[in-house]
């Protein structure tokens, strides 16, 4: 473990480089539905500085699990097998609104999810987004990384439900087994100056998530889709979709191809990318794009062979029928210019360390 000098050293280094064992109530589950975006800016929630950092070693695990959500690529290739960091789809470090803000997400978990018929605590979340979105290996349960990040988010959704007056040295300091549940239960240690001033138990998280859009007009098209990525996207991202590196680093996510999140990952679904593009892309523009826009690039994106989803046994239209029972669209399984997506993805961490 390392001493709090080292980690502040550390998030210095960091900062430059960025620029079912409990009582649960089922009535109280989130199921993961998206909110409507009826928010104005102002309004919503701040999440704190790092003026706010814990001492001792609260803030130690806080620094790094910064650190691994911000360059996982470069900090947890043993989980990680792909291009991408936590930060690309959830922005600013996590803690932007309408970007699936860590903050919330934390206080939203435990929750039931669909896509593996369970309840899931935080923990279990976490690994689903390495097992999915970084096409790589969930780490093992209760495993450091695992702490470190739930350490992250529960110290930025105490400071983002405090508001500026958050005090860090009255916040309460959970076990690990208590960070890695999430903030949606009974016994979660709400900080008592929150709790003094009115705080709910049950609070309210705007920006959570990625708000929906509306069906469009026209049927999402691929070849209008092009078109918008050709002119909006592919200065950061490639004409390809690969990205783009800086000594061997990702810096821009790829998004198709070998290198990016894989056919079990929600973004696939176009609706989900749809929702995502609309309120944080372009990069700094958010709301540049019409909804019609939107929805045609997330339909070109998805349109593109990608990873194998994990869940794959041999057959695509098996695991099509099994895991891919939206009520939206994709491509998974269906023709697209001649190929069945899917039916000759590419592999599942390919670069996993031995």
């Known amino acids: 473990m390392m001493k709090l000098s080292s980690a502040t050293l550390l998030l210095s280094?960091?900062?430059?480089?960025?620029?079912?064992?409990?009582?649960?109530?089922?009535?109280?589950?989130?199921?993961?539905?998206?909110?409507?975006?009826?928010?104005?800016?102002?309004?919503?929630?701040?999440?704190?500085?790092?003026?706010?950092?814990?001492?001792?070693e609260l803030g130690e695990k806080v620094v790094r699990g910064y650190q691994y959500f911000v360059d996982t690529q470069t900090v947890a290739p043993e989980f990680n097998g792909n291009g991408l960091n936590c930060v690309n789809c959830h922005m600013d470090a996590g803690k932007k609104e309408n970007a699936a803000p860590l903050w919330a997400a934390y206080m939203s978990y435990p929750a039931y999810r669909s896509k593996n018929n369970k309840i899931n605590d935080f923990q279990e979340r976490m690994q689903g987004c390495f097992l999915f979105s970084m096409n790589g290996t969930p780490p093992p349960t209760d495993d450091d990384v695992l702490v470190d990040l739930s350490a992250y988010a529960y110290w930025l959704a105490q400071g983002t439900l405090t508001g500026e007056d958050f005090d860090v040295a009255d916040m309460p300091v959970p076990s690990d087994a208590e960070l890695l549940k999430g903030g949606k239960r009974d016994d979660f240690p709400f900080t008592q100056a929150y709790l003094d001033n009115g705080g709910s138990k049950e609070p309210e998280l705007p920006g959570r998530g990625y708000p929906k859009l509306?069906?469009?007009?026209?049927?999402?098209?691929?070849?209008?889709?092009?078109?918008?990525?050709?002119?909006?996207?592919?200065?950061?991202?490639?004409e390809n979709g690969q990205g783009q590196q800086v000594n061997e680093h990702y810096v821009f996510p790829p998004l198709w191809g070998p290198e990016t999140y894989n056919w079990g990952a929600g973004m696939h679904r176009v609706n989900t990318a749809a929702n995502f593009i609309k309120h944080n892309m372009p990069l700094g523009m958010p709301g540049k794009l019409t909804d019609q826009q939107a929805w045609d690039v997330a339909t070109y994106l998805n349109s593109h062979d990608r990873p194998q989803d994990p869940r794959n046994e041999g057959d695509v239209q098996a695991t099509r029928d099994t895991f891919h029972k939206h009520n939206v669209e994709i491509f998974y399984g269906k023709e697209v210019d001649g190929k069945v997506l899917g039916s000759e993805s590419y592999p599942n961490h390919p670069r996993k360390p031995e």
């Open 214 to 238: 509306e069906k469009p007009e026209l049927t999402p098209d691929i070849a209008r889709g092009k078109a918008v990525f050709e002119q909006e996207c592919s200065v950061c991202h490639g």
């Open 13 to 56: 280094a960091s900062l430059a480089f960025v620029g079912n064992a409990y009582a649960v109530d089922t009535a109280k589950l989130a199921i993961q539905d998206e909110l409507p975006d009826s928010k104005l800016l102002s309004e919503y929630p701040k999440a704190p500085g790092w003026d706010k950092l814990p001492a001792g």
